[in-house]
Every structure is written in structure tokens, then in C-alpha cells.
T-cell receptor, first 126, second 113 residues
Framework: QAQLVQSGAEVKKPGASVKVSCIPS????????ISWVRQAPGQGLEWLGW????????KYAQKFQGRVTMTTDTSTNTAYMELKSLRSDDTAVYYC???????????????????WGQGTLITVSS | DIVMTQSPDSLAVSLGERATINCKSS????????????LAWFQQKPGQPPKLLIY???TRESGVPDRFSGSGSGTDFTLTISSLQAEDVAIYFC?????????FGQGTKVEIK
């Protein structure tokens, strides 16, 4: 059974960085794109970006450009999301989610997000 | 960015009755080359990640009960729960994957009347 398992909750001080891991199992890692989505307490869902596991190409939401880095380690089948210069409003549950690779207007993009990790609570507090 | 707007924000429906949630996108999410709408619906229960219910606007994900259905095209979409069950109490989100950034509706909370 396919699943995504994320690293545990963390508490960080403002200005620090956090790196969340996402480990897939039960499917071929390189066949998919991993998106990262966050949800602040009691709020909606916000997409941070994605990484094409096969090519390593990334696409970030403009809001997070310069602060977020998404990487993979195919030797350990792990995807990572690092967010820097943390602020209190970065407090949220961060999810990784799988999407299949599809072609749209000549570009490889993510299809629907059919598998989600359990979420990682990141708390930013002084 | 494509803005997704859901209505209503919440609704209360009696057990066994129909629940209807609407989702409107600020621009079309229909790709003319393949006639597919890049629109998904998710269900989220407290303390859980979102669960995919519907993709391509109307294709039910494997294992999702057939009381859940999606319809619509272009900019206007609907999620229908034909006969509400107690386990359907949740927040429902629509999401477009036509363009980046991927964007979600604000969510609709479904409760039992």
C-alpha cells in the first residue's frame, strides 16, 4: 500500500530554518512529482511548490521564492522541504503530497494530488 | 493566480439528504487540447490530511463511495453528496491543477442538521 511518511513535529525560533522529510513507500518514487502544501491552524490549504522527482526540477510559489528549497535524495528515496527565515505566521502543518507527471502546454506538471503524508506540525515561537 | 471560491462556507444537512457544494474558478481550468478540467475535490477530517475524492472534475477516486459525485466545466463546478452519512462530516476543498501556483478553495464545512 502506497504511503508517504513525514518527519516529526518541530519547534523553531523566528529566523531559524526547518527541514521536513517525506519518505514514500509502496510505489516507484521517480514516477511522481511531490508537492508541499501547508495549513495554518484553522485555515485553508496553501501550496508552497513541487519537485519533479525524476528530473529534479522544481517550481515554487512566488510567495516562497528565496525562502524555500525542495530537494530529493533518490539513494534514500526521500524528499525534503527546507524553509528559511521562519516567522510566526509560518506556524502550520506541512504536508507532502504525490501527483503523477502529466504534460500540459509542453511542460511536465503535477496531476491531481492522490496521496498525502500525515503532516508535520512546525511551530515558530520565541 | 487562479482564485478558487467555494460556496457556501458551511452547510447543515439532515442524514440521508443531499449536500451540494459549489466551486468557482477565476479563470477556466478546462484544457481544450484534451477537454479535461484540471479540478479536484478533497475531504478533510480533523487531524487528518486531505483525502482525494474527485479528479478531472468528475472522476471518482478508487474506493470513494458513489454517493460522492463531481460535475461542471470551465469555471463552475459542483460536488454533490447524494445521501449524507454521519461519516461525511468534514471540510471539503476544491483545487485547480491547471496552473501554478496550485490553488485551493477556502473550504466548506459540512455538518449534520
Amino acid at each position: 500500500q502506497a504511503q508517504l511518511v513525514q518527519s516529526g513535529a518541530e519547534v523553531k525560533k523566528p529566523g531559524a530554518s526547518v527541514k521536513v522529510s517525506c519518505i514514500p513507500s509502496g510505489y516507484t518514487f521517480t514516477n511522481y512529482i511531490i508537492s508541499w502544501v501547508r495549513q495554518a491552524p484553522g485555515q485553508g490549504l496553501e501550496w508552497l511548490g513541487w519537485i519533479n522527482i525524476y528530473s529534479g526540477n522544481t517550481k515554487y510559489a512566488q510567495k516562497f521564492q528565496g525562502r524555500v528549497t525542495m530537494t530529493t535524495d533518490t539513494s534514500t528515496n526521500t524528499a525534503y522541504m527546507e524553509l528559511k527565515s521562519l516567522r510566526s505566521d509560518d506556524t502550520a502543518v506541512y504536508y507532502c503530497a504525490r501527483g503523477n507527471r502529466i504534460m500540459v502546454r509542453g511542460a511536465t506538471v503535477s496531476g491531481h494530488l492522490d496521496l498525502w503524508g500525515q503532516g508535520t506540525l512546525i511551530t515558530v515561537s520565541s | 493566480d487562479i482564485v478558487m471560491t467555494q460556496s457556501p462556507d458551511s452547510l447543515a444537512v439532515s442524514l440521508g439528504e443531499r449536500a451540494t457544494i459549489n466551486c468557482k474558478s477565476s479563470q477556466s481550468v478546462l484544457y481544450s487540447s484534451n477537454n479535461k478540467n484540471y479540478l479536484a475535490w478533497f475531504q478533510q477530517k480533523p487531524g487528518q490530511p486531505p483525502k482525494l475524492l474527485i479528479y478531472w472534475a468528475s472522476t471518482r477516486e478508487s474506493g470513494v463511495p458513489d454517493r460522492f459525485s463531481g460535475s461542471g466545466s470551465g469555471t463552475d463546478f459542483t460536488l454533490t453528496i447524494s445521501s449524507l452519512q454521519a461519516e461525511d462530516v468534514a471540510i471539503y476543498f476544491c483545487q485547480q491543477y491547471y496552473n501554478t501556483p496550485l490553488t485551493f478553495g477556502q473550504g466548506t464545512k459540512v455538518e449534520i442538521k
